[in-house]
Nanobody, 123 residues
Framework: QVQLVESGGGLVQAVGSLRLSCAAS????????VGWFRQAPGKEREFVAA?????SYADSVKGRFTISRDNAKNTLYLQMNNLKSEDAAVYYC???????????????????WGQGTQVTVSS
């Protein structure tokens, strides 16, 4: 398994940008599909984006967020532009095997999770 540590969260004004990072330990990071999920207060955890053989985005973030990874640095990124108040949440990175475009959104398929980083958007 890999250990995941998110960073980069914080307070940003609406329409601003943030880049989240997720540092992974272990030499097998490149073999995992990885993704971002988020959870706002009182709401269920929801899929944001994932990258493996392909990439996938939730409809709510398409065109504004970009997921990428640097396997040499064992790091996953989420570039978030044009942030909206509804993007405020705790953001989690996750890693798993046997994840494809058809099942990226299924959080139960991810075996490793980070502790989360808070994103706050002020209007």
């Amino acid at each position: 398994q890999v250990q995941l540590v998110e960073s980069g969260g914080g307070l940003v004004q609406a329409v601003g940008s943030l880049r989240l990072s997720c540092a992974a330990s272990g030499r097998t990071f490149s073999s995992y599909a990885v993704g971002w999920f988020r959870q706002a207060p009182g709401k269920e955890r929801e899929f944001v984006a994932a990258i493996g053989v392909s990439t996938s985005y939730a409809d709510s973030v398409k065109g504004r967020f970009t997921i990428s990874r640097d396997n040499a640095k064992n790091t996953l990124y989420l570039q978030m532009n044009n942030l909206k108040s509804e993007d405020a949440a705790v953001y989690y990175c996750a890693a798993g095997y046997n994840l494809y475009y058809s099942n990226y959104e299924e959080s139960a398929r991810y075996r490793c999770w980070g502790q989360g980083t808070q994103v706050t958007v002020s209007s």
